[in-house]
């Protein structure tokens, strides 16, 4: 029998493999950001630096809002706010799990707050805090893709609610980079650990149906000027109140 705490990866694994989606990568310069967040009084964590920069560039482009939707007919759908999801590692009864935080339209939200529902995440029991995907991982696998087949392809207003507009996952913290961001959205974002010269790879990965390459690298050229401009000055606004 597979594992409870194995259900829901073999999931999006599944998924990912049915995915149109390819990835392309651009280097990073973010040593203003860093030198920022290494100054501040509380932890903000990279990746929701990543999250709100990257939501605050997919409200500007509303490809990167859109679905697509196989049921009853080929169509994509134009989602009307962002909503981020952030693959979580939780040790749960003895087991190593992965949930998936839920962020909704973070480009309106404070980082602090921000880091405030995250330690959420991070804290409170998993059963409750991510109680919709414990649920639904003690189902029979047909039901479990039957209910997956139906949220990403027939419930169109409640897709994003339920399983996000983008997703960004890292193991930049443990020193490692991610090739393919093993999941299913019109975007998927993930960047490694960063150097001596505060850089980093940042990998965008996309439906092909949706975009193209140009698309994608005008998009993570604009992600990198939003960390630097508007992630920046709220860092610096942070560092200021603090003192």
Known sequence: MIPRSRRLTLDVLRLHKQAA?????????????????SRLPMRISWALIFIK???????????????????????????????AMLATHRVYRDEPWVFWSRFVEPETQPLTKLQASLDR??????????????????????????????????????????AGTFFLTTLAGKGVEIQDPPAFLTSNLTYG??????????????????????????????????????????????LSASQ
């Open 21 to 37: 989606t390819c990835a392309h990568d651009r280097r990073f310069r973010l040593s203003r950001v860093a030198e920022l967040r």
């Open 53 to 83: 920069a990257f939501a605050i560039v997919a409200a500007r482009r509303p490809v990167l809002r859109q679905s697509y939707q196989s049921w009853p007919w080929p169509h994509l759908y134009q989602h009307a706010q962002n909503v």
């Open 121 to 162: 995440f991070l804290t409170e029991p998993p059963n409750k805090v991510f109680r919709q995907q414990w649920q639904l991982s003690g189902l029979p696998t047909p039901f479990r893709r039957f209910l997956w087949w139906w949220t990403l392809n027939v419930a169109a207003k409640k897709r994003a609610r339920r």
């Open 193 to 238: 650990p960063m150097d001596d010269q505060q850089e980093c790879r940042v990998t965008l990965s996309y439906d092909h149906r949706l975009m193209d390459g140009s698309f994608v690298a005008d998009c993570l050229i604009e992600l990198e000027e939003v960390m630097n401009q508007q992630i920046a000055a709220e860092l610096a606004s942070i």
